[in-house]
DNA sequence: CTGTTAGCGCTTTCAT
DNA sequence: ATGAAAGCGCTAACAG
C-alpha cells in the first residue's frame, strides 16, 4: 500500500547525517549544530516523516496516550466531560482512549488493565463503580497515573476531582421548602453510586432542617434514565397523597417526570413542582423550563485533565479539587 | 511503581521454555505441545502477565486499535453511533481512540495523520468535511482503513454507510403537506454537509411535486444547536406571513424552535406544526413529544463497525449501505 | 556537537 | 515441536 515507509534512517541517510541526530531534532535536543538540524528539519517536511510512536514508545515505555473510562458515552453528561478533557488535553497531543463501562464493575477492571498493556500515561475514571481503594492498589502495580473524575474519594490518597453534591441538594430542597412544599418527593440514581447518595442525603439534611419528616412511599430509587424517571413518577403519583414537588437525581428523569405529568394533564409548575440536576443542553428548552442543580460540567472535565498534567509531569498526586454546584431556577417550580 | 516487570522472558524462563514458545501459545499457534502450552498459561495467569502491546504493535507494524473522528462527541447523536461502534468492536479486543475535529476541515486532516503514526488499523470519519477524493489518496498513502459514516459518498470508492435523508425529507415534508400546510418552514444545517443538503432538496422535491411554490424568506441555515433552531425561529416567525409549519434539519434545532414558540405562547401543534429530524431520546418526552425523522443512529454505527471489520479482514472495500430513515409521527403536528 | 552501539518486548524466520 | 537469532523504529548511554 505504502511506496516506501520513511523511517528514521531514511531521513538520516539522505541528510548525511546518523539517526541519532535526526531522532535529537525530533526531540529539540539543543545540542545540534542549527544548520544541521535546519536541513534535517527540512527533509523532514520534504519527505513527509512521522516519527512511529508506536516503536518510539517502546523504548520509552510509555505512549503519549491517556483514557477514559466512562459509564455510558451516549450519556451527555459524561460525553461533555469527555469533551472538555479532550480539548484540555489535546495542546500536549496526547490521544485519548475512550472506553464505556455500561457500569459494570468488572468491565471496569478488565478495561483498566487492557489499556495499561497499551503504555498508556494515564487513566480518566469517569463516576467509577470500582472503589477509591483497589483503585489505588491496581494502578500502582500498572504504574499507570488515575484520575478519578465525577466521584467523591475520601480517606484515600487519590487524583480526584467531585461535586459538592450534598451541598446542592440541600440547596434544592430549600428552594421548594421556602416554596411552601412539604411533601417533596426524590428520585434517586442508582444508590451504589456515591453521587446519588449525596444527593439524597442532601435532600433528607434539608427535610429535618426544616423539620419535615421523611416519608419512605415518597422516595425512589431508579437509573438516571428518562424511562426511569417516568416509571418512578407514574409509581409516585398513583398512591393516594402525592407530592407537591418532586426532586430528581439529574435531568433525564425529570425529563421522564415532567413527559408522565403532562401525559396524565398535571400542569407544571402550578400543579406539581419538578427540579432536575446536571443543567443539560436541553433543561432550558424544555416545557416548562426546567429548573435544575447546575453541575460544573465542563469544568469537571477541564479540571480532571489540568489534575493529569500535573500528575503525569510531577510524578506527585496533585491536590484535590471539590467543585460547586449552583441552583438554577427556571418556571418548574412555583409556590404550592 | 512496578515491583518487577514480567515480560514474555520471565514467563519463558519460569516455564524452562524459550520466548518463542510462549509467543506461541499466546497467539494459539496449534504446533505446541498441549501440556506445554497448559503449563505456560497456567503461568501466565499465575503472574497475570499482560502481552505489551505497544512491542507487538512495532513488529506487526500495526496496533490492533481504530479511531472515531466525530466532530462533536457531545452531541448525543455523534456520542450514540460512537457507542454503537464501540460496543460492535469490542469483542475483537480492539481498542478505541476517540478524536473531536469541531467540524473543522484542517482539524480533521491533522487528526487523520496523527492517528496514522499510532499504526493503528482503521479509522471511522463520522460526518466528515473532508471531501471524499482526499480521503481516498490519503488513507492509500496512509495504509490505514477508511469508513465513512454519515456521510452520502458517491462516486468514489470508498467504505461506507449513510442514511437516504432525501427520501425521508421528502416523506417528512409530505406529511406536512398532506395535513394541509402550505406555508412550511425550512431548517437547514449547515449546507456544506450533504447530510443538510439532502435534506433541503428533500423538502423541495416535496414541495415542488406538490406546486407549492417554495419561498425564500421560508428557508433558513443554521448550525444544528438549540441556539440556532430558537434564532431561526425568531427570525422566521418576525416577518409577515409566518409559516404554519417547521420542518427542522434535526431535533436540537426543533427543540430550539418549540423553546421559542412556547415563550412566544404559540401553541404547538393547534397554531404551528414542528418536526425534527434524529429522534434523540429526549424527543418522545418533550411537549410535545416531537414528530421527528428518526434516524437509524445506533445501526449507523453497528454497521460502520461492521463494515471495518469486513474491510480489515477482507482487504477489500466492502459495498456501501444505505439505510433508511423513518417519520414518527407524534404530537407536534396537526391539521392548519 | 555527533556517531556508534545497545537494547525496549515481542514475533518470526531458520535451524534443529 | 522447539530454540536461537534477527530485527521492527526508535532513543539513550557512551565515546569521541
Redesign the pocket.
Known sequence: MVAK?V???VIAKTA??????V??V??NE????PE??ERVRGIIKALDYH??EV??G????KVNTLGVVVPDISNTFFSRICKAIQNTVMPTGAAVFLHNTDGILNREREIIKELASKLINGIFLVAPRVPATEIRTLFEELGVYPVVVDARVENCRLAAVWVDNVTAFIEAAEHLIAKGHKRIGFIAGPLAVANSKDRLDGYRIALRNHGIKENASLNYESDFTIEGGYEAAKNMFRKANPPTAVLCSNDLMAIGVLSYLNKQGVEVPSEVSVVGCDDIDVASSLYPPLTTVSQPIYELGVTAAQLMLQYTSTKEVPPNSILHAKLIVRNSTSNV
Open positions: 515507509k523511517t528514521i534512517k548525511g547525517v546518523s539517526p541519532a541526530t531522532s535529537r525530533l526531540n539543543r545540542n545540534v549544530r544541521i538540524a516519527p512511529n516503536a518510539r517502546l523504548v520509552k515505555g
